[in-house]
Nanobody, 116 residues
Framework: QVQLVESGGGLVQAGGSLRLSCVAS????????MGWYRQAPGKQRELVAS???????NYADSVKGRFTISRDNAKNTVYLQMNNLKPEDAAAYYC??????????WGQGTQVTVSS
């Protein structure tokens, strides 16, 4: 099993920044891909960004140019730097990890609120 613990959510004004962190523990050798999803009330969960151990990165179109995902393998941590936040970015953000795709293991989520 793999445990994922997120931190860094909170309340920010539109145009502001937040950095989310996700620390992985347990059978981390089984993880290749890590990523961040978000889910707003009444909406489906969507993949925001993902990164593989080889450095392949993918972003949702809605966050390209504003969000940056990075990974520190020595600390078993993945980050999501979110800049120029918009009210539509408000959601519960979930860290995920997996062998070939970030979806086998999930964190408990951290709330991001953006005030206009």
């Amino acid at each position: 099993q793999v445990q994922l613990v997120e931190s860094g959510g909170g309340l920010v004004q539109a145009g502001g920044s937040l950095r989310l962190s996700c620390v992985a523990s347990g059978r981390i050798f089984s993880i290749n891909a890590m990523g961040w999803y978000r889910q707003a009330p009444g909406k489906q969960r969507e993949l925001v960004a993902s990164i593989t151990s080889g450095g392949y990165i993918n972003y949702a179109d809605s966050v390209k140019g504003r969000f940056t995902i990075s990974r520190d393998n020595a600390k078993n941590t993945v980050y999501l730097q979110m800049n120029n936040l918009k009210p539509e970015d408000a959601a519960a953000y979930y860290c995920a990890a997996g062998c070939s795709w970030p979806g086998d293991f999930w964190g408990q989520g951290t709330q991001v609120t953006v005030s206009s």
